[in-house]
T-cell receptor, first 111, second 115 residues
Framework: SQQGEEDPQALSIQEGENATMNCSYK?????LQWYRQNSGRGLVHLIL?????REKHSGRLRVTLDTSKKSSSLLITASRAADTASYFC???????????FGSGTRLLVRP | GAVVSQHPSRVICKSGTSVKIECRSL??????MFWYRQFPKKSLMLMAT?????????EQGVEKDKFLINHASLTLSTLTVTSAHPEDSSFYIC???????????FGQGTRLTVV
């Protein structure tokens, strides 16, 4: 089962531009996480934002969380060709270890 | 960060045979691991939760007799695709977490092709 949707499904930008991806979810959450997946590989954790936080930064990444709208956004600033990957949000919906993933955004950064 | 190792990374098998995929947590004890399936250009679909020393918990619609999960130790979970058919061809990924509400660590994934 999937928790929610991400948009856009695909995004193509020029190197140096910013990329914004949005994630919406359906149920109450404990936290929301963003992961990156290179084609044909496993996922790598990028950032975790807790339900009582509104914004978090990590390097060129900025994540926001709006629990009233059940949505989050991931901003990648000054994008690089190496940022080309699929990006997924995932939510912890209860105290179990289970993570539920969004539909993902495929990002292409053109050199 | 913690490492989860998944093996094999790629396997081709004939219809009707079984395939075992291993997932190892290399530097922390994982009482719980997860198995996901991913179709091309799609998201990860949770198949089952692997519980050390007890039966796996399967998500709705996942055939437990088709996808056998064994979690015999705190560092190893295995997924066996039994009597594989071409429609079982997919990318399978495992993950482990040290505790709830923390980051998850993923294996490299296994590309299964059934011919």
């Amino acid at each position: 089962s999937q928790q929610g949707e991400e948009d856009p499904q695909a995004l193509s930008i020029q190197e140096g531009e910013n990329a914004t991806m949005n994630c919406s979810y359906k149920t109450s959450i404990n936290n929301l996480q963003w992961y990156r997946q290179n084609s044909g590989r496993g996922l790598v954790h990028l950032i975790l934002i807790r339900s009582n936080e509104r914004e978090k930064h990590s390097g060129r990444l900025r994540v926001t969380l709006d629990t009233s709208k059940k949505s989050s956004s991931l901003l990648i600033t000054a994008s690089r060709a190496a940022d080309t990957a699929s990006y997924f949000c995932a939510t912890d919906v209860d105290s179990s270890y289970k993570l539920i993933f969004g539909s993902g955004t495929r990002l292409l950064v053109r050199p | 960060g913690a490492v989860v190792s998944q093996h094999p990374s790629r396997v081709i098998c004939k219809s009707g045979t079984s395939v075992k995929i291993e997932c190892r947590s290399l530097d922390f004890q994982a009482t719980t691991m997860f198995w996901y399936r991913q179709f091309p250009k799609k998201s990860l679909m949770l198949m089952a939760t692997s519980n050390e020393g007890s039966k796996a918990t399967y998500e709705q619609g996942v055939e437990k007799d088709k996808f056998l999960i064994n979690h015999a130790s705190l560092t190893l979970s295995t997924l066996t695709v039994t009597s594989a058919h071409p429609e079982d061809s997919s990318f399978y990924i495992c993950s482990a977490r040290a505790s709830p509400n923390t980051e998850a660590f993923f294996g490299q994934g296994t590309r299964l092709t059934v011919v």
